[in-house]
């Protein structure tokens, strides 16, 4: 027997785990957004591609460190490939074409993953080989920590990165005005490259990080990227804060509403908050009315 | 051009016409009639997305409405399908009426994902509400549609129901784009401020068309729940939503014929690779299928923009739609 | 708008055209060198999409069979031409596959689909038809018509989902366990699973104290499982396949519960214990006998089978095959005995079908009969509980 509190601890404890992921592939969703003005549909394979990878490479005999590094620098690979490949030609087509490319961009590598990995689902170990910690009746698998640790760095680097480096100012400044930035000879292409890159590398690290977790398989990136955009949603999409609590947040609905509604109705129940922020709150709960 | 444009389309009537009689094979007048149902869905969102300017990544959710309703009726309620046919597509319409005001004052990325959103809503809703619509193992039993003594039984008598259906809505649409309130839409389009600077009520028009696409959407759904004679929520998910849209950009923006054409692509594309493939590749597996189409997609939207039928630049490419402009690249 | 109406009148004849091409090329390829014209039999299997965890292996056992067939001579000579169609787990892509096969193709039997929800779909193409067809879901709905009858062309190789439930109930009866939660997958098989055993717990004097679902896509089921810590519940019975199957036991392990865990036939494979380490140690669950082969008495009738089914699938593929592989396996052994007795005649292999008795497969001995379009009883299942990571027989 668990006591309500213990309960309500216990969903805390899993929606913040959860939430951290959602709150990283939301922060690589909104930078994307804000330099190049697409939403990019395929970050969820960009997870896919970032946890496989080093599951393979770790399999192949690379020591965790060096498989971790590489999986991460493929998967950025992958994004700089997809920007010049699909996004840089057609910079000029409208927003929903660029919404398109990116939808058939994520079938094709969804596919590829098929492919290549098959429909076997994988897992990799925790970092640490740690028993389970116990609060208030509550308890916190060491993996979480990581999880929440890796949320809490990505931010803060970030953070460091847009205020105290010449190339963060310059991100900001095409961010908050992209034909200014142009003006003052920021190139808009370096930086939407650069976009792409960074959330393939975030991706990758959140798919990593959540493996020991949740296992990877093939198509374990499609849910994962939605629910990335509905947590942009919820913290406003202008905002790489935002970004962070609108998933974190997320997390944490999705886990109440399961744990105390009927359970199979905890995906309707993201869905109709995120619709009334939209309709309530069209900039996320951060921004302005 | 007038004589020559008639010509063509009774050309393609008569195509229509005849191809049960030249086809003998049921898989193909199959393909036909998925690509028939699909393209009345698209007609509609058609018309949302090209005409009015607003886009629905949800669409998947009325036309499963339609065809829960439909198969609910008849199977429940011992409805006679005919009459099913007609009264399901009333559902997803008022549910359309009911979201769409607050839903289409969002926008695009914003209604993108309201959209989507309310999509997948529909599709737990499907699942979880087991005692109406079976659940996620779906509802059996539904009867074959008859009008009278005729009984919709082989796949190319279906076929007439279906593409008579999606000509009468051809129809409707050519007539519709080409009336003042065509013109009206035409407006909203290339500038949604203009249109109501003259006094235009472009919200009331703009839900009109989301009535008429969720509309649309749950007639084909019950001719779907009709044909299958079993449905389940899984033809009703996000991706198909994902794949109407497709449908519609694919073909052309603001076009009659591009949904059509979206949808034969779609479905045609798909049946080509399941042969293709394996022809091409003798070892490969389903796996090069889903790469190929991706990757054709993203072909076509790299070297057509702005859809398959956009040879000739209308008015309507012309003047990028306000709502989806990319606001710089 | 003349070039848009020429260009959709272009492309309705190259779907047309294209689709015709495949209908050219597949009648020609096979017998090159062969005497004796080729049987052709043809399979939709949910090779991608969300069901792909089932259709990979269906599709690889079915193509290394065909394989093995054709090198010992086929069937009385007749080399087996064996067409497998994708169906991406969709099921107007299926109905579309099954009526290409039927069609195009002109396929003596159909073997498919993987799901319970993509069978169900191609019944009315196949019953059209008159092909004989053999599911490899769970589903009775799949092989049962509205009126209670077997549908006339259809079968089924998996077990039905009452044997599994009622094998569970008597389990727990056996234990002296009155009170439960259940916990499903919010899909086809967790739903299905959850009727049978609704009726098999109220047959048996079982209470459900908890129905919780999940989705067989979500990463963590904490919450859930956090609700069953909270409950007066003595048993927990799980009906998912891996990977949610793997997670949830992770998660019930993790927040320390102490009470048996029963899976159902949905984890039969290795991959489960894989995934779930350490934590599948002490689940117990109804399977076939196809994770315990080596266990075994001599004398079971589907020792060798199984075994050597074991052993050429991992020479092949370099990894144990699981209980699915095991569903295509005996699809495919059926229909070719079928077809075997009665030659090249689709109502002569539906009527050979009916008449197979005693039958060894990987499931079970099919005891086919116009009654039972499955064959199958609660003697194909036998009861298993993981320790050290290895399955292990437990006798009744």
Known sequence: MLGTESQYMQYLFSGLTLGSIYALIALALVVTFNITGIFNLAIGEFVTIGALAAISLREVGCPNALAYTLAVIIAGLVGVLMERGTINPARKASVLTLIIITIGVSIALRGAALLIWGTHPYTLPAFVDAAPLSFLGAVLIPQSLFVLGLAVVAVALLFTFFDFTFAGKAVRAAMMNRTAARLVGINPARLSLFAFAFSGIIAALAGIFITPITTATYDMGFML????????????????????????????????????????????????????????????????? | ???????????????????????????????????????????????????????????????????????????????????CVFVAPLLPSVIAFIIGRPILKLRQHYLVLATLGFGIFVFVMLKDLGALTGGPSGLTGIPYLN???????????????????????????????????????????????????????????????????????????????????????????????????????????????????????????????????PVAL?????????????????????????????????????????????TDA | ???????????????????????????????????????????????????????????????????????????????????????????????????????????????????????????????????????????????????GKQQPWVFKTAQSDIVVANKIAKYLVGQGIKDVAFLSMNNAFGDSGLKNFEEAAAANGINILLKEKFEATD??????????????????VVWAIPPSASIL??????????????HTHGIGNQTFIDIAGADANGVIAPMGKLVVAEQLADTDTQKQILLSYISNYQEKYGNRPSTFGGHGHDAFELAVKAIEQA????????????????????????????????????????MIEIRDGKWHYLAD
């Open chain 1, 225 to 289: 990227g939605l629910k990335g955009f509905v947590a942009a949603i919820l913290g406003g999409v202008t905002n790489a804060t935002g970004a962070i609590i609108g998933g974190v947040l997320l997390g944490v609905i999705e886990a109440f509403a399961a744990g105390t509604l009927p359970s199979g109705l905890k995906d309707a129940v993201a869905m109709v908050v995120m619709i009334v922020v939209l309709l309530t709150r069209p900039t996320g709960i951060l921004g302005q009315r």
């Open chain 2, 1 to 83: 051009m007038g004589f020559k444009k008639n010509l063509l389309l009774f050309a393609v009537v008569i195509f229509v016409f005849c191809l049960p009689i030249v086809v003998e094979s049921s898989y193909y007048m199959s393909i036909f009639i998925v690509i028939g149902l699909y393209a009345i869905v698209a007609q509609g969102l058609g018309l949302l997305m090209g005409w009015a300017g607003q886009v629905s990544f949800g669409q998947a959710a009325f036309y499963g409405l339609g065809a829960y309703t439909a198969a609910i009726l008849a199977t429940r309620c011992q409805w006679p399908p005919l009459l």
């Open chain 2, 147 to 277: 009008i009278g003594s005729i009984i919709f039984m082989t796949d190319h008598q279906y076929f007439y129901l279906v593409w008579c259906a999606l000509g009468l809505t051809l129809f409707c649409m050519a007539n519709l784009t080409r009336s003042p309130i065509g013109r009206v839409f035409k407006a909203i389009h290339s500038s949604e401020r203009a249109a109501e600077a003259v006094g235009i009520d472009t919200a009331s028009l703009k839900l009109q068309a989301f009535v008429l696409s969720a509309f649309l959407a749950g007639l084909a759904g019950a001719l779907y729940a009709f044909w299958v004679t079993f449905i389940s929520p899984s033809p009703f998910g996000f991706t198909t939503s994902v794949e109407f849209a497709l449908m519609v950009v694919v073909g052309g923006l603001g076009t009659l014929w591009g949904p059509v054409l979206g949808a034969a692509i779609i479905v045609g594309l798909t049946e080509f690779l399941r042969w293709a493939v």
């Open chain 2, 282 to 326: 003798p070892h490969a597996g389903g796996e090069f299928e889903i790469i190929f189409f991706g990757i054709i997609f993203v072909l076509i939207m790299l070297f057509r923009p702005k859809g398959l039928l956009s040879i000739e630049k209308s008015s309507m490419a012309v003047n990028n739609p306000a709502t989806l402009r990319s």
């Open chain 3, 1 to 147: 708008m003349l070039k848009r109406s020429l260009l959709v009148l272009l492309c309705l004849v190259l779907t047309i055209a294209l689709t015709g091409c495949g209908k050219a090329k597949t009648t020609t390829e096979p017998t090159a060198g062969e005497s004796k014209e080729a049987y052709k039999i043809g399979a939709v299997v949910d090779i991608s999409g969300p069901a792909a965890s089932l259709g990979e292996p269906e599709r690889n056992t079915l193509q290394m069979l065909v394989a093995d067939l054709n090198a010992k001579g086929g069937i009385d000579g007749h080399p087996v031409d064996l067409i497998i169609l994708d169906n991406k787990s969709n099921e107007t892509e299926a109905v579309l596959a099954a009526k290409r096969l039927i069609d195009q193709d002109k396929v003596l039997a159909v073997i498919g689909c993987s799901q319970s929800s993509t069978s169900l779909a191609i019944v009315d193409t196949v019953t059209k038809s008159g092909v004989p067809t053999i599911s490899m879901a769970a589903s009775a709905k799949i092989v049962t018509a509205e009126d």
């Open chain 3, 219 to 236: 990463n963590d089921m904490t919450a859930q499982v956090t609700k069953v810590k909270a409950s007066k519940a003595k048993a927990t």
């Open chain 3, 249 to 262: 036991t992770k998660n019930f392990r993790s927040l320390g519960i102490n009470m048996p865990l029963i």
């Open chain 3, 343 to 382: 030659g090249p005649d689709r109502a002569k292999i539906r009527d050979a079908l009916e008449g197979i008795t005693d039958f060894p497969g990987i499931s079970g001995v099919f005891n086919l009969s116009v009654e039972d379009h499955n064959g199958l009883g609660e003697d194909s299942m036998v």
